[in-house]
């Protein structure tokens, strides 16, 4: 009988993680990756991304370049907390402001 119900209840762990989906995150209907994706050549693409999504990561497309992001309630407090600040030689920079008031940045460099 143990052995009956050891076997259900592993069927039933299993069955539940064969159909799991993975997680998603959406703004405005849209998958964050493909809004994200589009301007991310440039550090002020990814500022705006980051400010249009609200969605704080890194986004890539920094052509091997060191990248930093960073987020406060101003412009200059943003750009100084980026990542690596202060520690390369900035060659890209952009700021973007969010629908939160918020200012986002994005630094690149060597």
């Given at each position: 009988?143990?052995?009956?119900?050891?076997?259900?209840?592993?069927?039933?762990?299993?069955?539940?993680?064969?159909h799991a989906k993975?997680?998603?995150?959406?703004?405005?209907?849209?998958?964050?990756?493909n809004m994200a994706r589009a301007a991310t050549n440039t550090a002020q693409g990814v500022a705006e991304a980051l400010a249009?999504?609200?969605?704080?990561?890194?986004?890539?497309?920094?052509?091997?370049?060191?990248?930093?992001?960073?987020?406060a309630?101003?412009?200059?407090?943003?750009v100084r907390r980026c990542c690596y600040y202060g520690q390369i030689q900035i060659m890209d920079q952009g700021v973007a402001q969010g629908p939160n008031g918020m200012w986002y940045a994005c630094i690149r460099g060597r």
């Open positions: 009988m143990s052995r009956l119900l050891t076997a259900f209840a592993m069927c039933s762990i299993l069955t539940g993680v064969a993975p997680r998603r995150q959406y703004v405005q209907g849209q998958p964050v990756q249009r999504t609200g969605d704080f990561r890194h986004l890539g497309g920094n052509g091997g370049m060191m990248e930093g992001i960073g987020m309630s101003t412009p200059e407090a943003a």
